[in-house]
């Protein structure tokens, strides 16, 4: 039992040092740097160039209970018809995940309709780099951030879904559609 429970502290200690911790950022007005990530299709990818200069709006997770904030924003986009296109980009860093990224995929696509797979682009090489982007303060929050047509954010928000929050990327959809 002694063994055990040491072999479960070294684990524990282990996965601890694996990640790092980076404070939250204000990106609003900065272009959007290159990242490159697989779709649950397969498909290798690289942002921003996959949006095709066009206004897109990206949902970053960073652990798997984001989902429960990601699914919030998704549920109030689809309620106020929001018209853009929309990208979850789980953000996972460290190389015990990279390791298991087969498992971690299977498992996503068995929650995500087949028709979805395309919309979740997974950053195992660069979740890291765009965790230093963000921040990952408070993991739990998605990282919502809308893009022009020119990958430069126009919105950002970290602290968790609201109406306001929403309200607010309304807005500024709005005014990405006059210009």
Known sequence: MDKLKWIFIVLTVLLAGCSSSYSNQSLVGQTLPTFSGQTLEQQDVSMPGLFANKPTLLLVGYKQDTQFDIDRWLIGLDMSNALVDVYELPAIQGMFPKMFSSMINNGMRRGIPK????????????????????????????????????????YFYDRGFSVDALNKLGTALDKLELN
């Open 115 to 154: 028709e979805l797979w395309g919309g979740v682009i997974t950053l195992y090489n660069d979740g890291e780099k765009m965790q230093q982007y963000t921040g990952n303060e408070n993991p739990n929050n998605a990282r919502v951030i809308l893009l022009d047509a020119n990958s430069e954010i126009v």
